[in-house]
């Protein structure tokens, strides 16, 4: 297949370069249906998504040129001409979640949100933009008789595999995981989202894709690699470690925190917090009427949750105040008088 698309004159427009534009576009419209039912703010997302990709650019064909240093030294245009081709995934992992928590980090947020509703994209994205590797025939596994086997050109051969024609097309392995992946992460933030800490969509997807990418790069034969180890391999290692402390980290501080009136699921504290994540999403007025009475339901649910939890509360200290001796009287809220000066929420 032709790498190209159309010629415009001096203009040349190729399939990679199309087929990443357009994932851009479509994982900014999947992450802002996830803002917009998070109540999340459009504007910061759209700004973000600017500087993201923009570093995670740099940050792609930066990883790419130091894999190939010997082939790009001293060539300062072949450097930057990405148009030639040669993007590493985990250089626009490093580059985007860079400018991520730099722009949060300037604007006084909280990155994980972000990152979870962008966790979908970046799996659809990148099981979409790994056929630009088909195209380009690039990217692809040793040898091999096996029926799926791809032909590639004797002009892509590298060197020692001249007379080989066929090869495990690893691009396609690595495309349906990450479909795979996406679907999953999409069904979690659907149906269980009121159950997960922030980050923690996220976290998932670094585990996973960095799961399926160890072993689809022991398939490939143009690996670039350090003191005899793979790199993306190495890169996948530290991904998954670092996911995963960050995720036990998170469940551990959360049942620290968890309040002592309730041992159950969810506690307390995070039933409040996600009741007034629904009561913020309803009140934006955004949602379809099927959204809004999904949330209602589940709202009404954790309503009672803690309305139980609290009566459950109330009682045992009336029974203390009255084991001590004294009179416990119930004090309606809006009743209830301010709380003290310099005496905290």
């Not at 370069?17 to 999947?30: A, D, E, K, P, Q």
């Not at 949100?113 to 195209?135: K, Y």
């Not at 504290?269 to 959204?291: F, N, P, T, W």
Request: glycine residues 10%; charged residues 20%.
């Amino acid at each position: 297949m032709n790498p190209v698309l159309v010629h415009l004159g001096p203009l040349t427009i190729k399939w990679y370069g199309v087929l990443i534009s357009g994932m851009v576009l479509i994982g900014v419209y999947l992450a802002g249906r996830q803002a917009q039912r998070r109540a999340m703010n459009l504007d910061h997302l759209i700004n973000m998504t600017l500087l993201a990709v923009i570093l995670g650019v740099v940050g792609a064909r930066a990883y790419h040129v130091i894999s190939a240093w010997d082939l790009y030294r001293g060539d300062l245009y072949a450097m930057i001409a990405t148009w030639h081709g040669g993007l590493a995934i985990y250089g626009v992992l490093i580059g985007g979640l860079t400018g991520i928590f730099i722009y949060t980090w300037w604007n006084r947020l909280s990155p994980w949100p972000w990152l979870d509703i962008a966790a979908p994209s970046l799996a659809l994205g990148q099981a979409v933009a790994r056929w630009g590797n088909f195209i380009n025939q690039e990217a692809y596994g040793y040898p091999t008789n096996l029926p799926w086997a791809i032909y590639i050109a004797p002009e892509y051969r590298l060197a020692g595999y001249e007379n080989v024609a066929r090869y495990h097309p690893t691009f396609l392995y690595e495309s349906i995981w990450n479909f795979l992946v996406f679907l999953f992460l999409m069904y979690v933030m659907r149906r269980v989202a009121g159950r997960l800490l922030e980050g923690e969509v996220f976290f998932a997807y670094g585990i996973l894709y960095g799961t399926g990418r160890i072993f689809v790069e022991q398939l490939r034969i143009d690996s670039w690699t350090i003191a005899g180890f793979r790199t993306a391999q190495l890169f996948s290692l530290v991904l998954i470690g670092a996911c995963a402390a960050l995720l036990i980290y998170q469940r551990r501080a959360q049942r620290a925190r968890r309040s002592p009136v309730s041992n159950d699921e969810p506690g307390f504290e995070e039933a409040y917090r996600r009741l007034e994540d629904i009561v913020r999403q309803l009140e934006e007025g955004r949602l379809s009427l099927e959204e809004s009475m999904k949330l209602f339901e589940e709202g009404t649910r954790l309503a009672r949750f803690c309305q139980k939890k609290l009566d459950g509360a109330e009682l045992k200290v009336s029974k203390l105040v009255q084991a001590a001796g004294g009179e416990y009287k119930l004090v309606p809220f809006e009743q209830a008088p301010p709380p003290e000066p310099g005496r905290g929420e």
